[in-house]
């Protein structure tokens, strides 16, 4: 670790938001649980573009972005979240300010559903995507629905990263009257069924998956 990775989770660690989501964060010993994954693979395969799809207050994002930075090749993180939980990233200067108090400016931000993004802007200028994480809402028909949308943009290496895949489990995030069932694993199986998927499984914290596109879809 360098010397200003260390104090930078430090920082990242003591906002009690950062250690929630199921990451397997751990404050007591600054572990960053999955986020080594995050900032280790911004660092190996040193992408310009990183694409998340949802996060609740920027976790994975900021691994993310502290990864490209720590690259020095300009390399930069869009997040796409349309605040749905609650009003957390409905103000830019808000969001900006979140970011730049972690020392991150590599990080953009829109406040779109993925059926919302075909019409943005950012989104038909945006080059491709070497690394992506879909993190919103985790049912297996909008983990498919986010997939889709990125496959046109992801580079023929690309890795995507599925949250919260590995178990089916009652959420109750958008309030006690609104649970649902975190239903992402039913998405990726299919893809494990499928020969022109790879699938590596983690099962630390609330789960994740790395897919890898291997070869054309039978028939």
């Known amino acids: 670790m360098s010397d200003g990775l260390t104090p930078w989770i430090a920082q990242l660690l003591r906002d009690p938001d950062m250690l929630k989501m199921g990451h397997a964060q751990r404050g007591e010993d600054q572990n960053i649980g999955l986020g080594w994954l995050y900032y280790g693979l911004a660092r190996l395969l040193r992408p310009q573009r990183i694409v998340v799809i949802g996060s609740y207050r920027g976790f994975v994002p900021m691994l993310f972005a502290r990864g490209l930075a720590d690259n020095g090749e300009g390399g930069r993180v869009l997040l796409i979240d349309p605040s749905l939980v609650d009003d957390f990233w409905t103000d830019p200067a808000r969001v900006t300010a979140h970011f730049a108090g972690f020392d991150l400016f590599n990080i953009d931000h829109l406040p779109l559903t993925t059926q919302q993004l075909a019409d943005a802007p950012q989104w038909q200028a945006l080059g491709e995507v070497g690394l992506a994480m879909i993190d919103g809402y985790h ?81």
Do not use: C, M, N
Request: aromatic share 8%; hydrophobic share 40%.
């Open 139 to 219: 049912s297996a028909e909008q983990a498919a629905l986010d997939h889709a949308a990125l496959r046109p943009k992801l580079t023929p290496d690309a890795l995507v990263l599925f949250h919260d895949s590995i178990r089916e489990r009652v959420s109750r995030i958008y309030g006690d009257d609104r649970p649902y069932t975190h239903t992402v694993a039913r998405y990726v199986d299919v893809l494990r069924r499928d020969p022109a998927w790879q699938v590596l499984d983690f099962a630390s914290g609330d789960g994740l998956s790395i897919v890898r596109h291997i070869g054309a879809t039978d028939g």
